[in-house]
């Protein structure tokens, strides 16, 4: 199971791009690598998914490279409703692949100043 | 609206009882997931269910029980609450297709006192 390390947080002013990386030295062939975000008092939410290079939707991009032992996930032009804190999480393609184990790691609390 | 509702939403519990967290899906999802969540710690995963009938050990598994007795619930017990046990409890569920994210409901927050 690969095990997750982020920055635990980080400051940013509105209108500014955000990156956070996240490193998953052990991440397995078989692994996907997943983004939520968590407001206070309220679950996860799914953010984006990705396997390799790059992948975008209409809330941010994800940038994997080769060797996928690291990703980084990138919102552009934050507001100050961006401020939560965000998870990467790396698990099996399928719940059958390692016994449903999905294990987050700590999280980066994002802050957006005005 | 489809999802995740647990219950109840908040509770406080004295040491010692015992209480079940419910947690209940509507969207036939077959992996089922119960977290805890403590300031400075994020998330930690406590008990899994792959499929109805199956059960699964994850990080912090002791002092919680989990059955898994059809599709939609996934209960979580405490037999004999202890005040480490104050947290906040996430229920996820996922499908079994492929690169499923979680969905997650709304928390219960416990205190143990």
Request: glycine share 8%.
């Amino acid at each position: 199971l690969a095990k997750t390390t982020q920055p635990i947080s980080m400051d940013s002013y509105e209108g500014q791009e955000v990156n956070i990386t996240c490193s998953h030295n052990n991440i397995a062939t078989n692994d996907y690598i997943t983004w939520y975000q968590q407001f206070p008092s309220q679950g996860p939410r799914f953010i984006i998914q990705g396997y390799k290079t790059k992948v975008t939707n209409e809330v941010a991009s994800l940038f994997i490279p080769a060797d996928r032992k690291s990703s980084t996930l990138s919102l552009p032009r934050v507001s100050l409703s961006d401020t939560a804190v965000y998870y990467c999480l790396v698990g099996a393609t399928t719940i059958y692949n390692q016994g449903g184990k999905l294990i987050f790691g700590q999280g980066t609390e994002l802050s957006v100043k005005p | 609206i489809a999802g995740i509702t647990q219950a109840p939403t908040s509770q406080i519990l004295a040491a010692g009882r015992r209480m079940t967290l419910r947690c209940t899906q509507d969207m036939r999802h077959n992996a089922m997931y119960w977290y805890r969540q403590d300031l400075g710690l994020g998330l930690r995963l406590i008990h899994y269910s792959n499929t109805a009938g199956t059960t699964g050990k994850g990080e912090v598994p002791d002092g919680y029980s989990v059955s898994r007795a059809n599709t939609d619930d996934f209960p979580l017990t405490l037999a004999s609450a202890v005040p480490s046990q104050t947290s906040v409890y996430f229920c996820a569920s996922r499908d079994s297709s492929y690169n499923s994210p979680l969905h997650f409901g709304n928390g219960t927050r416990l205190t143990v006192t």
